[in-house]
């Protein structure tokens, strides 16, 4: 009886394309407070889920001035085109990858020799925390061409640089994240009903 | 229920079958887990801070959206300048670079309960979602430590003054890396 309990509940929202246009659609619309236009929070059987967040703010209790909505739903935001496919996207005069896990006492030097062997190093930003004075633990390259950036990071990532390891993947895709944690179960759908024998 | 009004028919039998069985209390299933698994992976963060004034509504907002999506805006008519808007996609390894930035500030644990309110000179509002813990801050502006030391929450202030200010570094970086061209 379980199991056909198990059948009859199948709804997945992520795999149902109605629902994913329905978030398309969303996706110009601002989230804001109190929640957000998240796509788990559409699910019906998701109400005990979304009780259990925990809310803290004056922005939950005031009123929202009506440009709150409006400021970040615009559709006219400029954006780089992409080539149409996925994967990393390049930036406006060539290729961004993010390092994490630097080094609070890293040095610029120490970042140039590391990823200069794979290429020119066009631009080199290492934030500092605004608190401490020490590196935050970011750092974003720019090469100029895609294969130095894919070396960069194939042979890179995982390894250690003054003691810490870092990670380094690219910074910009051309599509939103399609989240692989949500898509339990089968891959496809199937509107026949489930042998039951 | 109400949650099911604005679904399909078709999807509301499934609806309340679904909010039955969570409802009586039968063992999670995988599928319960993963949507467990992530309402907790959900990450959002928004950051205003404007004012309105002799140049019109100047201010500066930017949007990490769980899709990826960086959204960023600048206006002021200052001069007569217009709307400045940029988005991007960003790669996981990004949203999860400003989650530990976010994390080890625990600003989630902070309450802006005590915090100055927005007034004329401006205001700053900063709405996270991280897990299953939702926060939406909003105060006035800050000019400098001396107001975050005389304020009545000189602790917490302090930490959303500085959160504010890696993560404007972050956006900085990451929209003028992606837009800006250099000089020669």
């Not at chain 1, 246009?21 to 559409?42: F, T, W, Y």
Request: aromatic share 8%; hydrophobic share 35%.
């Amino acid at each position: 009886m379980a199991n056909a309990d198990a059948e009859a509940v199948d709804f997945e929202p992520e795999e149902d394309d109605l629902m994913d246009e329905d978030g398309a659609v969303d996706v110009d619309a601002s989230p804001r407070a109190p929640l957000p236009k998240l796509k788990s929070a559409i699910t019906g059987g998701s109400s005990s889920l979304s009780a259990a967040r925990k809310t803290k703010g004056r922005g939950f209790r005031e009123e929202a001035d009506a440009d709150r909505q409006t400021r970040l739903a615009s559709r006219d935001f400029d954006s780089l085109g992409s080539d149409g496919g996925p994967g990393p996207q390049r930036s406006i005069e060539g290729w961004i990858i993010l390092v994490t896990g630097v080094h609070e006492e890293a040095q610029e030097d120490d970042l140039q020799n590391a990823f200069g062997d794979f290429g020119e190093i066009k631009n080199l930003h290492l934030n500092l925390d605004r608190r401490t004075g020490f590196v935050k633990g970011y750092a974003l390259i720019e090469y100029e061409k895609f294969e130095e950036a894919q070396n960069a990071i194939a042979a890179m990532n995982g390894t250690e640089l003054l003691t810490q390891i870092i990670n380094v993947d690219w910074a910009f895709i051309n599509g939103p994240i399609r989240r692989k944690n949500m898509r339990s179960g089968r891959a496809h759908r199937s509107r026949s009903p489930r042998r039951r024998y | 229920m109400q949650r099911c009004s604005q679904i399909s028919i078709a999807k509301e039998t499934k609806c309340i079958i679904g909010a039955a069985i969570a409802f009586a209390n039968q063992p999670v299933r995988v599928r319960d887990a993963n949507m467990a698994t992530a309402a907790e992976d959900e990450f959002y963060l928004r950051y205003y801070v404007g004012h309105k004034g002799k140049f019109g509504h100047e201010f500066l907002e930017f949007e990490f959206r769980p899709d990826g999506k960086l959204r960023y805006a600048n206006n002021s008519n200052y001069k007569n300048d217009t709307m400045i808007r940029k988005e991007v996609f960003l790669t996981p390894a990004v949203l999860k670079e400003c989650r530990r930035i976010i994390s080890e500030s625990e600003i989630m644990k902070e309450d802006d309960a005590n915090w100055p309110e927005p007034d004329r000179v401006g205001r700053q509002e900063l709405e996270i979602v991280m897990g299953n813990e939702h926060i939406s801050f909003t105060t006035s502006k800050i000019g400098s430590l001396v107001d975050v030391q005389s304020s009545k929450d000189p602790e917490g202030l302090r930490i959303f003054y500085y959160l504010v200010q890696d993560l404007k570094c972050f956006v900085f970086s990451l929209i003028s890396l992606h837009f800006k061209i250099k000089p020669i």
